[in-house]
């Protein structure tokens, strides 16, 4: 007689980090993109508005 391919119980995770994964990635993530909003915000106060500006205006003049 022919077994089936799946087990009749899914085999659960029982370790202390089942569930953790995901949610870390995700705070990783945002943690991530946090420091690049940061990071730029401080470039900008920095340099001012005037270099983003050029930078900008320069990657569109370079694509079109």
Known sequence: MAQP???AHPVSDNSPTAGRTPSM???AGAGLGG??????LALWF???TQVFF???RT???ACF
């Open 5 to 7: 391919l799946h087990p």
């Open 25 to 27: 990635l995700v705070l």
């Open 35 to 40: 420091l690049i909003v940061i990071g730029a």
């Open 46 to 48: 920095h340099y001012g």
């Open 54 to 56: 050029e930078m900008i």
């Open 59 to 61: 990657g569109f003049a």
